[in-house]
């Protein structure tokens, strides 16, 4: 074959002189982090880790003691294997006791204890408490309840003749939990307190309400369990307070001023409740634990909550005649309402009157009703109720839950839809004849279901504007 037919190749030549450029990581040790932003690093962590990375290194065996926050759980502190019980106990005095001696801070800024309360803890608490006062503290928070707290009484004593015009200038946040306490004879109160959370917590009314009246700092208040059979009524105003919540106390009743207030939670029976004026409030949550008319519901909340943009409220709603409820009170400026109903079978055939909130909430945007209706009976029955026509002007999302197709519920829905000329979004989630969420085979079969009743009832009424789901 002819050597010009013939192709060779030559391998290219590796250089072996080209400089190699490696990427490589800067090497930064924990050792070389300043002493300060270790001390920020080991705050973090459970005291319990603290207190090994010790074992790291030789220049941080006693780094731990300068953490600022000293937080102490019992799980965390003795581990699960012996929880509860007198070793157990005797453990976590232990260890604690162990890194209270070891402790060369001078400011401590918090200090959590978190352990079920034991009798044996109550002289060991005091002494912690005191060390941590001495020592500036800005958060002290004492969660003693135990797993089973029925029926105990033998609460921890919060220990109030400790606490000398210095310490209580410091405090800033303070969490009393299964706790017990005092006050002394012309307490000055907490003037630089900004968070107080109470929980179960057995107090005289005259106390509670002292204490709470001298805490003119306050911005942020939670209250659970905390029984004074009696009524609360806070004498001077809590002008800088944003955060009310109320949960499971026996009280009569709530009277207070707080004009800055933003959010308010509530859980409970009914009972008289007096924000004053509250401009400010944005968010309400409402759970009642009796019955709630819908008389209180629109004449004695749009008092309370006047100013309120996003309220939920969860009742039993005892509905009666009058199908409409005029009343001169209104939610003037509320854009959210989420409702949560249970309502009786006798009930069922009056939901349409639940179109009273719509007439006080003139400016809702978004409407959220929740049905747990009993109601044997699945068929729509004729003539189907009306009510005079009222344009809801400004309501552009109607969600329903628990639609199980009952002529109240289809009476409710036809007459929001029909006045609402700017709906945009129609959500339908069903549920069977006793509130529950539907199977897959059963969501199939109400969306064939719901279908027909769009085709006989809301065509034509509802906005062209508007989607429809079915979830």
Same mark, same amino acid.
């Given at each position: 074959?002819?050597?010009? %037919?013939?192709?060779?190749?030559?391998?290219?030549?590796?250089?072996?002189?080209?400089?190699?450029?490696?990427?490589?990581?800067?090497?930064?040790?924990?050792?070389?982090?300043?002493?300060?932003?270790?001390?920020?690093?080991?705050?973090?962590?459970?005291?319990?880790?603290?207190?090994?990375?010790?074992?790291?290194?030789?220049?941080?065996?006693?780094?731990?003691?300068?953490?600022?926050?000293?937080?102490?759980?019992?799980?965390?502190?003795?581990?699960?294997?012996?929880?509860?019980?007198?070793?157990?106990?005797?453990?976590?005095?232990?260890?604690?006791?162990?890194?209270?001696?070891?402790?060369?801070?001078?400011?401590?800024? +918090?200090?959590?204890?978190?352990?079920?309360?034991?009798?044996?803890?109550?002289?060991?608490?005091?002494?912690?408490?005191?060390?941590?006062?001495?020592?500036?503290?800005?958060?002290? !928070?004492?969660?003693?309840?135990?797993?089973?707290?029925?029926?105990? *009484?033998?609460?921890?004593?919060?220990?109030?003749?400790?606490?000398? +015009?210095?310490?209580?200038?410091?405090?800033?946040?303070?969490?009393?939990?299964?706790?017990?306490?005092?006050?002394?004879?012309?307490?000055?109160?907490?003037?630089? %307190? /900004?968070? %107080?959370?109470?929980?179960?917590?057995?107090?005289?009314?005259?106390?509670?309400?002292?204490?709470?009246?001298?805490?003119?700092?306050?911005?942020?208040?939670?209250?659970?369990?905390?029984?004074?059979?009696?009524?609360?009524?806070?004498?001077?105003?809590?002008?800088?307070?944003?955060? @009310?919540?109320?949960?499971?106390?026996?009280?009569?009743?709530?009277?207070?001023? !707080?004009?800055?207030?933003?959010?308010?939670?509530?859980?409970?029976?009914?009972?008289?409740?007096?924000?004053?004026?509250?401009?400010?409030?944005?968010?309400?949550?409402?759970?009642?634990?009796?019955?709630? *008319?819908?008389?209180?519901? %629109? /004449?004695?909340?749009?008092?309370?909550?006047?100013?309120?943009?996003?309220? *939920?409220?969860?009742?039993?709603?005892?509905?009666?005649?009058?199908?409409?409820?005029? /009343?001169?009170?209104?939610?003037?400026?509320?854009?959210?309402?989420?409702?949560?109903?249970?309502?009786?079978?006798?009930?069922?055939?009056?939901?349409?009157? @639940?179109?009273?909130?719509?007439?006080?909430?003139?400016?809702?945007?978004?409407?959220?009703?929740?049905?747990?209706?009993?109601?044997?009976?699945? +068929?729509?029955?004729?003539?189907?109720?009306?009510?005079?026509?009222?344009?809801?002007?400004?309501?552009?999302?109607?969600?329903?839950?628990?639609?199980?197709? /009952?002529?109240?519920? @289809?009476?409710?829905?036809?007459?929001?839809?029909?006045?609402?000329?700017?709906?945009?979004?129609?959500?339908?989630?069903? !549920?069977?004849?006793?509130?529950?969420?539907?199977?897959?085979?059963?969501?199939?079969?109400?969306?064939?279901?719901?279908?027909?009743?769009?085709?006989?009832? @809301?065509?034509?009424?509802?906005?062209?504007?508007?989607?429809?789901?079915?979830?």
């Amino acid at each position: 074959m002819d050597s010009h %037919l013939m192709r060779t190749s030559k391998r290219p030549r590796r250089c072996y002189y080209e400089p190699v450029i490696k990427k490589t990581r800067a090497k930064v040790h924990l050792a070389d982090l300043s002493e300060d932003l270790l001390s920020v690093v080991l705050s973090k962590l459970p005291i319990k880790d603290a207190v090994r990375t010790g074992l790291l290194s030789s220049k941080w065996r006693h780094m731990w003691r300068g953490c600022s926050k000293l937080k102490f759980d019992g799980i965390t502190v003795c581990g699960s294997g012996l929880f509860g019980g007198q070793e157990y106990t005797q453990k976590f005095i232990d260890n604690v006791n162990a890194v209270m001696q070891q402790h060369r801070c001078m400011v401590v800024d +918090e200090l959590v204890i978190k352990f079920g309360f034991d009798s044996r803890l109550m002289d060991h608490v005091n002494t912690w408490v005191d060390f941590a006062l001495s020592s500036r503290m800005k958060s002290l !928070a004492l969660d003693f309840a135990p797993a089973k707290f029925m029926g105990r *009484t033998d609460q921890y004593k919060f220990p109030v003749q400790l606490l000398d +015009e210095g310490s209580i200038f410091q405090l800033r946040h303070l969490r009393l939990s299964f706790t017990s306490f005092e006050l002394p004879p012309q307490f000055s109160g907490f003037p630089n %307190l /900004t968070t %107080l959370d109470l929980h179960m917590l057995r107090v005289t009314r005259k106390d509670l309400q002292d204490m709470l009246s001298n805490c003119v700092n306050l911005e942020w208040l939670s209250m659970i369990r905390c029984h004074l059979n009696d009524e609360l009524t806070v004498a001077r105003p809590l002008s800088k307070l944003i955060y @009310l919540s109320v949960a499971h106390c026996n009280i009569t009743k709530i009277v207070l001023n !707080a004009v800055k207030l933003k959010t308010f939670m509530f859980y409970g029976r009914l009972y008289p409740i007096d924000l004053g004026c509250a401009p400010e409030l944005k968010h309400a949550f409402l759970e009642f634990y009796s019955s709630v *008319t819908l008389e209180y519901a %629109l /004449t004695v909340l749009p008092k309370v909550i006047s100013s309120v943009q996003y309220l *939920t409220l969860r009742a039993i709603f005892p509905l009666k005649m009058p199908l409409l409820m005029e /009343t001169p009170c209104k939610f003037s400026q509320l854009k959210y309402l989420n409702l949560w109903l249970i309502l009786k079978h006798e009930e069922a055939s009056n939901i349409l009157s @639940l179109a009273s909130f719509l007439r006080a909430a003139p400016y809702v945007e978004k409407l959220e009703m929740h049905f747990s209706v009993y109601d044997s009976m699945h +068929e729509v029955s004729k003539p189907i109720k009306s009510l005079p026509r009222c344009p809801h002007n400004y309501l552009k999302n109607l969600h329903i839950t628990g639609f199980s197709g /009952t002529t109240g519920q @289809l009476e409710f829905l036809l007459h929001a839809v029909e006045n609402a000329p700017v709906l945009k979004m129609l959500t339908i989630k069903g !549920a069977d004849l006793t509130g529950c969420d539907l199977d897959h085979i059963g969501k199939r079969r109400f969306s064939f279901q719901f279908r027909e009743l769009e085709r006989e009832y @809301l065509r034509g009424i509802i906005s062209p504007n508007a989607e429809l789901r079915i979830i």
